[in-house]
């Protein structure tokens, strides 16, 4: 059970906002998110969403004009003796930061490989920097360490590749550098930010896979960020659903996936390609996304909300515990709401979910 694993990730009540020339923007609205040793936890939304901002918090690399204005990010790991050791992120510097935390013990995957990459620099002299800035390793046993992550993540031909330079490997070569570099020196927690959106769905596929195998091989744990509910049943143990910067739906994947409660969830599951729909077109959810600069009083998501109450314009709704791990925030779980189920097309795809699962072994 999680409540025995060691917990590596603890963010409470996170507010972020944004200084613009047009107004401060107020991302990031009370996200709390629990990460434990050896877990994969997602989050999803949409573009826009906080996804992003919420991790480069806690990997201390914010945007210069962004500011927190509440919260706490604790992160927990060992030492070399291995003595235990709980820091809150946002209590340190970034130099702090930078030399004890980044890459060392945390490390980002980020969703375009080219902008990950120096194009100056070789493939081989990137991946050993870490090794060499955080812990001082020899420059033969750094680039013997690099041909071997090379051979991990399944690069072929990895001595020949170490000399090569990001611009002469493909878009997939690239992205399995770029974890690479972030295994470099061995962290604890992975953090996945939409690795496989710029590359093509054959290779998306290895690299979730790729993923998944050295999680399982080194027991490290992952955050995935992601729009695409699709990649989430592949590899997420928890998901958390994100709008607006505030947390809408968390719990298990077999929750969130076969017994959603919030509507934007609904519709995030609805906008799935499916193959056995009976509808001809692929279904979207209504209206844009809110503009954070005029927050409004209320749910952000009621304006798109086909099933908004009268409540949703005026309170925002808390967070209704469903089971001990699935929680969601809409006014539709207030015991005096009308009872309002699912979609019934979206009932059906669960359905035929849940027995595509059953006939593969995976409930």
């Excluded at 694993?5 to 020339?21: A, H, M």
């Excluded at 989050?43 to 500011?67: F, P, Q, R």
């Excluded at 993540?153 to 570099?181: F, T, W």
Aim: aromatic share 6%; charged share 25%.
């Amino acid at each position: 059970m999680a409540e025995e694993k060691e917990k590596i990730l603890q963010i409470r009540d996170l507010d972020i906002s944004f200084r613009t020339t047009a107004g401060a923007v107020h991302a990031i609205r009370g996200v709390n998110i629990d990460l434990h040793k050896g877990e994969t936890v997602a989050i999803v939304g949409e573009s826009g969403s906080g996804k992003s901002v919420t991790m480069k918090a806690a990997m201390g690399i914010l945007a210069s004009n962004a500011t927190v204005t509440n919260g706490t990010i604790e992160f927990s790991y060992h030492h070399a003796d291995g003595s235990p050791e709980t820091v809150d992120i946002l209590m340190k510097d970034k130099s702090w930061i930078r030399r004890h935390i980044n890459g060392k013990r945390m490390a980002m995957v980020f969703q375009d490989p080219m902008t990950s990459l120096d194009p100056t620099m070789t493939i081989g002299r990137q991946i050993m920097e870490g090794m060499i800035w955080h812990f001082k390793t020899p420059k033969k046993e750094a680039w013997d360490k690099s041909v071997e992550l090379l051979k991990e993540v399944g690069i072929e031909e990895p001595e020949k590749r170490m000399k090569n330079y990001p611009h002469q490997l493909s878009g997939g070569m690239r992205q399995r550098v770029v974890i690479a570099i972030a295994l470099s020196c061995n962290p604890d927690l992975l953090i996945c930010d939409e690795p496989t959106t710029a590359l093509d769905v054959t290779i998306q596929a290895k690299i979730i896979e790729l993923i998944r195998r050295i999680q399982m091989e080194r027991g490290i744990s992952v955050i995935y960020i992601t729009h695409d509910l699709g990649v989430v049943a592949k590899v997420a143990d928890y998901v958390n659903v994100l709008y607006a910067g505030k947390i809408v739906e968390k719990g298990t994947i077999n929750e969130i996936y076969y017994d959603p409660k919030h509507p934007y969830t609904w519709g995030l599951l609805s906008a799935m390609p499916d193959l056995n729909t009976d509808d001809e077109r692929l279904y979207t959810i209504p209206g844009s996304p809110p503009n954070l600069l005029h927050e409004k009083p209320g749910d952000a998501f009621a304006p798109r909300n086909r099933y908004a109450l009268v409540v949703d314009d005026k309170a925002d709704p808390p967070m209704f515990q469903v089971t001990d791990t699935h929680y969601a925030a809409t006014w539709l779980l207030d015991s005096r709401a009308p009872k309002v189920g699912m979609p019934a097309e979206l009932k059906a795809r669960i359905e035929r979910m849940k027995k595509e699962a059953e006939d593969y072994g995976g409930l």
